[in-house]
């Protein structure tokens, strides 16, 4: 089975580097291994494909050996766990507030003992079942150990439970939700900002041995995220291509004096 980048550089204390994809852009892949990119976290929430476009994604992620992070749009265990059938090296779940909804993803997308995860060894995961299907298969513990899954600290509530929900065995990490967090925290009106939050998912991820992340616009904050111990930071994406059309545009505009 392929080995997860992201979790190698999370296991021996390094930082996974992660770019963000939301459409069909099959040349992105490509463009992020080359240069040097541990993940892709593909955004199912707020973005739209059909599942040949997921399907698709995913083996060119394979091919080029680059982890999906892939956030999902829904809790219904089979269709998470189908993500991971179809080359997916990890899942990102929105919106996570306690323990137990933690527990109730890793029982979906685990197997024994850890969790509930069905059997069936035809996908991608297992090399269409030639990884699979032999005596003295390794996959089920293969499958345990290269997948990860990362729960989005998002809420007041999921700030206020980050500690139950950084102890759930199979969590491998917490990843903060700066817009979604920001603006709940804002609306509540207490005396926690966002850096104040950040410092406690922070705080909780290493109390528990688990990674956590965050998205970072800028290498200041790049910066800022690594020295509080955030071993992985997303950083650039498909929507930077508005970037380098302003500047093509600004470069027809001096060449042709417009």
């Given amino acids: 089975m392929r080995k997860s980048k992201v979790l190698d ?59 999906c992070m892939l956030r999902a749009p829904t809790l219904e265990r089979t269709r998470l766990y189908r993500y991971l059938e179809d080359g997916a090296t990890g899942l990102m779940m929105p919106l996570v ?13 685990k197997y024994p003992p850890l969790g509930n995860r069905g059997l ?33 600290i998002e809420t007041p509530q999921a700030l206020a439970n980050v500690e139950e929900i950084a102890a759930v065995e199979g969590v491998d990490g917490l990843f903060v939700g700066p817009a979604d967090l920001g603006l709940r925290l804002g609306l509540a009106g207490g005396d926690v900002d966002l850096d104040q939050a950040v410092a406690k998912v922070a705080a909780a991820a290493q109390k528990h041995g688990k990674a956590w992340g965050i998205p970072a616009g800028t290498p200041e904050l790049l910066a800022k995220y690594r020295a509080q111990g955030a071993q992985m930071l997303a950083y650039g994406g498909d929507f930077a291509l508005a970037q380098v059309l302003a500047d093509c545009r600004r470069d027809f505009d001096q060449a042709l004096g417009e």
């Fill in 120 to 152: 069936d060894g035809a996908g991608l995961d297992g090399d269409f079942g030639l990884d699979v299907w032999h005596e003295g298969s390794t996959y089920i513990d293969d499958a345990n150990r290269e997948t990860f899954v990362v729960l989005q």
């Fill in 9 to 67: 550089k999370v296991r021996t204390g390094r930082c996974a580097r992660i770019c963000g994809l939301g459409h069909y852009l099959p040349f992105f892949v490509r463009y992020a291994a080359h240069n040097g990119y541990d993940g892709i976290w593909l955004d199912l929430e707020h973005r739209a494909m059909d599942q040949r476009e997921v399907q698709g994604l995913l083996a060119l992620c394979r091919a080029c050996d680059i982890d």
């Fill in 97 to 109: 507030s306690d323990a137990d909804l933690a527990r109730q993803i890793i029982a979906a997308v």
